[in-house]
């Protein structure tokens, strides 16, 4: 015997679920699900080698002559086809008879037909004679009507007698009251293939993971957006997500953990949020082509999230066009995320107001990155309005990165006390780049310590100018411990001035190295030489320059004839004048001298210096005094108190 109380609104409604079985909830479903169980039939063994209507036809027979077992069969029967007239009759003859399942099923009919106290009747007497179906068919009746204690009574006793909807339904309870036996029965239910239940066990034994993980005050990882050094608004929407908001726990690369093994077994059995959540934790753990897989099947059900994140997948992997389709189908069916992918897609494509209506689209689906995101795009278009308009709507949703583009916008507009506020929210709650710029704002007061202290928030979230700023403090201190700490942070983040700055440190760390041995092997690049170079390779000149004169200090001229010349083209005048020292050492005087002169015509004294004696050992004595005033206005001291000398002597030569 099995309750019926889940079937009898899907007979009612067969066609309009069959219909719409794709978009129903899974709570639906699962109810569903269950009415393959609901009917008792223990009376019809032979059932599944018979055919339905030879079955009928011989059960008919039987219960004509009065065999209690095919009344009761066939009652089942009629009554899982939908017959309830003439299912009736030989419910209440099997019933009268003492027939358990009879009365069970008996019940279900009565519900059926509204008649809902007289149903509970049959099963009491149904479930008192050991009916597991019968005692969760009742259970369910007393919770409908608010009386939980007899719902738990009855719902205890189909779940001890190993009746999987009974345990599910006791389970549903008592995590409605926060009982921690909830979890026992879940597992019962699940163990016995409810895929409702292993989904909430695996969402329960997450969440406790996660907790463990975390500590019981953590509110969870925030989004951490890589500062860019200008206070400008960075980060981007939802657009930039791929998966399920909430991701599951589990090390790349690691052992399933149990709950992952529960929401593989939902999963199995068709539970599409089940496939989603698992798809998530398999695409997190790196194994893509998996997850995909997971993502495909829920998206088929209909799970919306599922499908955006499938289309995420797909474009990762290259493939827009595939990735547009999903995104689209997910977005018709309400998903702001997937919206605003569709937008991102359209306006990296240039398609400007397709992408301003999936956004508008987002925004209409509950997804404040929608506004967030309109924003963005008007900003991009010098619709300041548009975008201050929009930022604000997302900001005051609470929307903390629309916050901090609100607050730039006011600054750049001269509006720093409207824009403070904003920053504040914003780095409150948890927007790196607010507390960045918050910093900036400070600093440009003068306030230093207040800058320090938003700077060092940032910097403690992994913001790579923040470290950079709060390591150039340290120094200016001299904590050189402090900002070692912090300059590795930014130039481990890939800022140039950290990487720079760090390697003068180390550098001035170093031992002189003393003369140079002849034969000697070369030595091998140290540590500041590294990271000069990681500087210099990202076009920081001064940087350029160092790396030259660490090559050339071990013989490596090529190397270091390379990074001068990269820094002289850049702009920077050292690397001119080294390069011109370099080349008029290898004979290459008439080169060495246009780097000179570049580096003379930006303000290097000793370049206009080298120009002075160059043209003086060619006789160009009037040349000569030129590139000497020039050396004098430029200095340093001592050069211009030699360009002073050989300008007077060139004037005596001149004048003799």
């Known amino acids: 015997m099995v309750f019926m109380g889940d079937r009898a609104t899907l007979l009612e409604t067969g066609r309009f679920v069959q219909r719409h079985a794709r978009n129903a909830a899974d709570e639906i479903i699962e109810a ?162 409810h895929r409702e239940a292993a989904y909430r066990l695996a969402l329960a034994l997450e969440r406790r993971a996660t907790e463990t993980t975390r500590g019981p005050h953590d509110t969870g990882t925030r989004l951490r957006v890589p500062g860019t050094g200008a206070l400008v608004p960075t980060g981007a929407g939802a657009t930039a997500q791929g998966a399920a908001a909430a991701r599951p726990v589990g090390e790349p690369g690691g052992e399933p953990t149990e709950a992952e093994q529960w929401f593989r077994q939902a999963a199995a059995r068709g539970h599409r949020r089940a496939a989603l959540h698992l798809g998530a934790i398999l695409e997190q753990r790196g194994e893509l082509k998996e997850a995909g897989r997971w993502y495909l099947s829920s998206a088929k059900e209909g799970e919306a999230k599922a499908a955006c994140a499938l289309g995420f997948l797909l474009r990762d992997a290259g493939d827009e066009e595939s990735a547009a389709v999903w995104w689209l189908r997910a977005a018709q069916d309400g998903d702001g995320n997937a919206a605003n992918a569709l937008g991102a897609l359209h306006a990296a494509r240039g398609e400007q107001q397709t992408a301003e209506r999936w956004y508008r689209a987002a925004m209409d689906a509950g997804d404040v990155n929608g506004a967030y995101n309109l924003g963005l795009l008007c900003a991009a278009q010098d619709r300041i309005p548009q975008a201050e308009q929009w930022y604000r709507r997302a900001a005051y949703a609470g929307h903390r990165e629309a916050a901090n583009a609100l607050a730039v916008l006011l600054l750049q507009a001269g509006d720093a006390n409207g824009a403070e506020p904003w920053f504040s929210k914003a780095a409150e709650a948890g927007s790196v780049d607010a507390a960045f710029n918050l910093g900036i704002l400070h600093a440009g007061r003068d306030d230093d310590r207040t800058a320090l202290v938003w700077y060092e928030r940032a910097a403690a979230a992994g913001h790579t100018e923040a470290a950079l700023q709060v390591g150039i403090a340290a120094l200016r201190d001299g904590d050189e411990r402090t900002a070692e700490r912090h300059l590795r942070c930014a130039a481990g983040g890939g800022s140039a001035e950290a990487a720079f700055r760090l390697a003068s440190v180390l550098d001035a760390r170093r031992p002189d190295p003393g003369p140079a041995v002849l034969g000697a092997p070369r030595e091998e690049k140290s540590e500041c030489e590294e990271w000069y170079e990681r500087a210099a390779q990202q076009g920081h000149r001064r940087a350029q320059v160092r790396v030259g004169m660490l090559a050339a200090g071990r013989g490596d001229l090529a190397e270091a004839d390379r990074w001068y010349r990269e820094a002289a083209e850049a702009g920077s005048r050292n690397g001119a004048f080294n390069l011109g020292l370099l080349l008029a050492r290898e004979g290459s005087e008439r080169e060495a001298a246009l780097w000179w002169t570049r580096a003379a015509r930006a303000g290097h004294g000793r370049a206009a210096l080298r120009l002075a004696l160059l043209a003086a050992r060619r006789g160009e004595l009037t040349e000569g005094r030129r590139w000497c005033a020039r050396a004098v206005e430029l200095g340093p001291a001592e050069v211009a108190e030699r360009a002073a000398r050989l300008s007077e002597a060139l004037h005596q030569e001149l004048t003799a």
Do not use: C, F, I, K
Request: proline fraction near 2%; hydrophobic fraction near 45%; charged fraction near 30%.
């Open 32 to 193: 569903a699900g269950a009415v393959d169980a609901a009917v008792d039939t223990t009376a019809e063994t032979d059932a599944d080698s018979e055919n339905e209507t030879e079955v009928e036809a011989r059960h008919r027979r039987a219960a004509e002559r009065g065999d209690l077992a095919s009344m009761s069969a066939l009652g089942a029967l009629l009554l899982r086809r939908g017959d309830l007239d003439g299912a009736e009759p030989y419910l209440r003859g099997a019933t009268a008879e003492g027939d358990r399942a009879a009365a069970n099923n008996l019940g279900v009919l009565l519900h059926q037909r509204g008649y809902a106290e007289e149903a509970a009747g049959w099963w009491r007497v149904a479930a008192v004679a050991g009916s597991a179906p019968a005692a969760h068919a009742l259970g369910r009746h007393h919770r409908e009507r608010g009386d939980e204690p007899a719902a738990e009574y009855w719902l205890r006793q189909a779940a001890e007698q190993g009746h999987a909807l009974g345990a599910y339904a006791l389970a549903d309870l008592l995590e409605h009251r926060s009982d921690v036996g909830a979890e026992r029965w879940l597992r019962a239910a699940a163990e016995q293939g």
